[in-house]
C-alpha cells in the first residue's frame, strides 16, 4: 500500500497518476496493439531494479525461437527520433544500456525511440526476414519494450514488472519523499513479478543447490504475494546476478595481470552499487571507491579526478560496471595507468530455482 505520506503531501501527483490509470484502465484511452508478441519490461521505481540484465536474459531464453527485436528510448542519447542501433555506436548516439545490449547480442534488432508506438510500426516495417532465424535488422516476431512499465500508450502482450528485494514497492513512496515513479498499486496489470538482487539461492561449496533454494523460494513465495497482493493467475519469480570474469575496458591497453592482484578500487554510475560492491569483497581487498550519479555522463572534470584519484593507489586493480564501461569509451583523456588497470565485471541476471 502507498504511503500517507505520498497520499498528502504529494496529493496532486498522486491524484494525476491515478486519474491517468483510471483512463486506460476504462478504455476511455485506448492503448495500441501489435500483431507480434511485445513484452514489456519495466518498474514503478527510479533505477535499482535491473531492467537490462533481465531484457538480456529474455534474449538469451528466446533467440533461437524468435527473430527478436529490443525498443528502448534511448537514455540521456544526444540522437533524436527512431534509430537502429549498430555495434559502433556509441552511447551518445543509442544510450549506454541499448549500446550494451547491441554489443552483447549484434543479431539482435536495438532500436531506440521515445514514442514507443512509432518504434514498434517503424520495426514491423522491415523487411521481412527468414522465419525464426535470428538477423539484425529485419523484422521483429517478437519484441521487447526495455523500460516501459509506465508507457500505456502500448498494450504488451505480456508485462513483466520488476522489484527489488532490498527496496520493496509496499514500503515506499512517491518521488521525492521514496524512490517510486509510479503507484506500486499497479502490480495488478504485471503478468509476471520478478523480485530481483534476491538473497534466496542456498549455495553449497558454491554452487546453487536448487531443492534447498525451491524451498528458501516457497517460503518467500507466500510473503511476498501477501505483501504485495498478488493474485493466483499472477507469476512470481526471484532472480539472483551473476558476475562473470572481469574483461578490460580497453581492450589493447588493458593489463590482465592486474585483475590477480590482492587489492582493489573501483568507481560506478549506476543508481545502487551495494551488490556490486559485495561482489568485489569476496576476492579483493578494497582500497577506496568513487560513486557517480546514474548513467553519469564523464565529464573533463571526471576523468581528472579518477586520475587522480587512482594514482594514489598505483598498484590496485581498477573496476567499473559493464553499463559505465560503454561511456568510459569516449574519455579520451583517462590516463595510460588507469586504462592498463580498468577493468568491467559484466553480469548475468537468472531465475532461482532453475525453471
Keep these: 500500500m502507498l504511503g500517507i505520506l505520498s497520499k ?18 476504462r478504455n476511455i484511452i485506448k492503448g495500441r496493439e501489435f500483431p507480434v508478441p511485445v513484452v514489456c519490461v519495466g518498474n514503478v521505481t527510479v533505477g535499482g531494479t535491473g531492467k537490462t540484465p533481465h531484457t538480456e536474459m529474455l534474449i538469451r531464453m528466446l533467440q533461437g525461437k524468435y527473430n527478436i527485436a529490443v525498443l528502448s528510448r534511448g537514455y540521456k542519447r544526444k540522437t533524436k527520433g527512431f534509430r537502429i542501433a549498430s555495434v559502433t555506436d ?4 543509442v544510450g549506454d544500456e541499448p549500446l550494451q545490449i547491441k554489443q552483447k547480442f549484434p543479431d539482435v534488432t ?3 525511440c521515445s514514442n514507443r508506438v512509432e518504434g514498434i510500426e517503424k520495426l514491423l516495417a522491415l523487411p521481412q526476414g527468414e522465419k525464426g532465424i535470428q538477423k539484425d535488422s529485419v523484422r521483429p516476431e517478437l519484441i521487447i519494450l526495455d523500460d516501459a512499465f509506465q508507457h500505456r500508450k502500448v498494450r504488451p502482450s505480456h508485462s513483466i514488472l520488476l522489484v527489488n528485494w532490498s527496496r520493496p514497492i ?3 513512496n512517491l518521488l521525492p519523499i521514496g524512490r517510486l515513479r509510479d503507484l506500486p498499486e499497479q502490480v495488478k496489470r504485471a503478468d509476471t513479478v520478478i523480485v530481483t538482487k534476491s538473497p534466496v539461492a542456498v549455495e553449497i561449496d558454491g554452487i546453487i543447490d536448487q531443492e534447498k533454494t525451491r524451498e528458501a523460494v516457497a517460503v518467500e513465495e507466500a510473503r511476498w504475494r501477501k505483501a504485495m497482493h498478488l493474485r493466483n493467475d499472477q507469476n512470481l519469480l526471484f532472480s539472483i546476478i551473476n558476475y562473470c570474469a572481469p574483461l578490460p575496458v580497453f581492450d589493447s591497453e588493458g593489463d590482465t595481470r592486474y585483475v590477480y592482484s590482492g587489492k582493489a578500487i573501483y568507481f560506478t554510475g549506476i543508481a545502487n552499487d551495494t551488490e556490486f560492491r559485495n561482489n568485489l569483497v569476496r576476492k579483493y581487498r578494497i582500497l577506496d571507491s568513487l560513486k557517480f550519479a546514474d548513467h ?4 573533463k572534470f571526471d576523468i581528472a579526478r579518477i586520475n587522480g584519484w587512482a594514482a594514489k593507489n598505483p598498484t590496485a586493480v581498477i573496476f567499473t560496471t559493464e553499463k559505465d564501461s560503454k561511456r568510459l569509451k569516449q574519455c579520451h583523456s583517462l590516463s595510460d595507468s588507469v586504462k592498463k588497470r580498468l577493468f568491467y565485471v559484466p553480469i548475468e541476471t537468472v531465475i532461482v530455482p532453475n525453471l
Excluded at 556509441?90 to 548516439?93: A, D, L, V
Design 170 to 172: 509496499h514500503n515506499d
Design 296 to 299: 553519469k555522463n564523464f565529464s
Design 90 to 93: 556509441t552511447y551518445r548516439e
Design 110 to 112: 536495438v532500436a531506440v
Design 8 to 25: 498528502t503531501l504529494l496529493f496532486p501527483y498522486w491524484l494525476v497518476l491515478k486519474t491517468r490509470h483510471f483512463l486506460y484502465d
